[in-house]
């Protein structure tokens, strides 16, 4: 199964496993009486868009190049991401409102039933983010890493539910406003996750370099090749699933224009079939 193929599927669990919980955590929170949890339903129902907008970007950025895009499409898929993080904003701004209008509002306790449920939200979450986390690292995709944290962060958002509700059926009376605390708190956990999706996904449209460990993996290849005495250079940015690489090569001063231009053309193959995630690579070679 290729990248994309993985990438696509792993898309479509998230979205199965959203629209689930988005109906079992609303049905939850209506009929037990918890704010926490309706917030925690809102959240995986933005989730839903969310992975909708990731599978749409891993489609999209896998496109060929073409006249207009040499370099392939892969640059929409932190724009994509930067459209999650919007929903995840947005999801804990919802929120955060609306736990501040409950703790002000007078209601009913939430219901016991309700943490057993929890529970076991809180661990399929968690596996979810696993499961998507370890996906996104095999296919190097930014917007993946961002679907496996909403994960979390739902699991998280759970976990706030779980603890506000247990304070309120412990202390009784007078604290019932305890699970409106705790999604409160959830609104704040979700933008600091929204955070910590949106900085590398900018560092990515930025060219940010941090990549030391694949330019030691290109220089560790480049010399195997033959008549490549060393590098220099190596400048990298990524783009979807690939990396697109600017090596300096270093040749022996005296040989024809001829075979050096092989030797680049010997390098350049060599290193897209040991590192098979490189995407264009631009050999400039300098002499010995």
Request: proline content about 3%; charged content about 20%; some cysteine.
């Amino acid at each position: 199964m290729s990248k994309l193929q993985t990438a696509i599927k792993t898309t479509y669990f998230s979205i199965a496993s959203n629209a689930a919980m988005a109906i079992l955590k609303g049905l939850t929170g209506y009929f037990g009486n918890s704010y926490a949890v309706i917030a925690d339903a809102i959240e995986s129902t933005t989730d839903i868009f969310s992975s909708l907008l990731v599978l749409f970007g891993l489609k999209y950025t896998n496109r060929p190049a073409d006249k207009n895009h040499p370099y392939g499409h892969g640059r929409a898929e932190p724009l994509i991401t930067f459209l999650v993080v919007g929903f995840l904003i947005a999801s804990a701004i919802v929120i955060a409102h609306e736990s501040i209008v409950n703790i002000r509002t007078p209601h009913e306790m939430p219901k016991g039933y309700t943490l057993f449920i929890l529970g076991a939200i809180i661990a399929w979450k968690e596996y979810s983010f696993q499961l998507v986390m370890k996906r996104s690292k095999e296919t190097n995709s930014s917007s993946l890493r961002a679907d496996a944290w909403h994960h979390r962060s739902d699991a998280i958002t759970s976990v706030a539910a779980f603890v506000g509700i247990s304070v309120a059926l412990i202390l009784g009376k007078g604290y019932e406003a305890a699970d409106d605390w705790a999604a409160l708190f959830a609104a704040g956990f979700i933008l600091y996750n929204a955070y910590l999706i949106f900085r590398p996904a900018l560092g990515e449209i930025m060219d940010e370099h941090v990549y030391d460990d694949l330019i030691v993996e290109i220089k560790k290849v480049a010399v195997t090749v033959e008549g490549i005495v060393d590098t220099e250079k190596c400048f990298i940015r990524k783009a979807g699933m690939q990396y697109h690489v600017d090596l300096h090569a270093i040749v022996e001063a005296n040989i024809t224009v001829k075979l050096g231009h092989e030797i680049a053309h010997n390098l350049k193959d060599t290193l897209r079939k040991e590192i098979p995630e490189l995407g264009h690579v631009l050999i400039h070679i300098e002499p010995n």
